[in-house]
């Protein structure tokens, strides 16, 4: 096994922010709960963590796909499409490697499909929220760190500021997934976690 597969070859600051700023704008659009997140010193993101409640597959690869999208390095995930069914060609402490073992889930056969799919969801929605996203990452850099306290009000704040208090963000995520993967969803409902329509708050 090579340690540095799935592992970014930028690791300054900026790209660190980058990264862990978008697993956090990520947990925010995935319904997870409100957690901290820092930066060493040397500009080393340390692990989000993940709500308690169980979650979809769909919402764990989003998940942790998240980092790795935000910050647009080609040569990761283009390392990682081309050895998706191998999770032990990667760094047990990437994100390319908890990718690769949630995507052996999938049907063989449509595998990288799905995952370049996800990822193109995953741009689609940091373009859309990249206001949310600019604010997280300079928050890091500025701190090196965003606290429980300072999440929670994030959520709330970005609730406001995105209208979405009474839109179900399962909507927004699998409306973007559908985008790409030319999936057929009903127009006349919200979506929720489970696919399933779902009564407007």
């Given at each position: 096994m090579n340690y540095l597969h799935g592992l970014s070859p930028d690791d300054s600051p900026d790209a660190r922010a980058t990264h862990e700023a978008g697993h956090l704008v990520m947990s925010w659009l995935l319904d997870r709960q409100p957690h901290a997140c820092s930066l060493d010193d040397d500009g080393t993101g340390q692990p989000s963590i993940?709500?308690?409640k169980e979650e979809t597959l769909h919402q764990r690869l989003l998940a942790s796909l998240a980092g790795m999208v935000?910050?647009?390095?080609?040569?990761?995930?283009?390392?990682?499409?081309d050895n998706l069914g191998n999770p032990?060609?990667?760094?047990?402490?990437?994100?390319?490697?908890?990718?690769a073992v949630i995507a052996a889930m999938l049907d063989e056969r449509e595998r990288r499909d799905i995952v370049i799919g996800f990822i193109?969801?995953?741009a689609e929605l940091f373009q859309e929220y990249g206001e949310t996203l600019r604010?997280?990452?300079?928050?890091?850099?500025?701190?090196?760190?965003?606290?429980?306290?300072?999440?929670s009000r994030?959520?709330?704040?970005?609730?406001?500021?995105?209208?979405?208090?009474?839109?179900p963000k399962s909507d927004v995520v699998y409306r973007a997934l559908a985008r790409q993967l030319d999936w057929?969803?009903?127009?006349?409902?919200?979506?929720?976690?489970?696919l399933q329509p779902i009564r407007p708050r």
């Open positions: 993940r709500g308690a935000a910050e647009g390095n080609r040569e990761v995930l283009g390392d990682l499409l032990d060609y990667f760094s047990r402490q990437s994100d390319a490697f908890a990718t193109l969801a995953g604010q997280a990452k300079e928050l890091l850099l500025r701190d090196h760190e965003i606290v429980l306290e300072t999440s994030l959520w709330q704040e970005w609730n406001q500021f995105h209208h979405l208090e009474n839109r057929k969803l009903p127009e006349q409902c919200f979506i929720g976690w489970d």
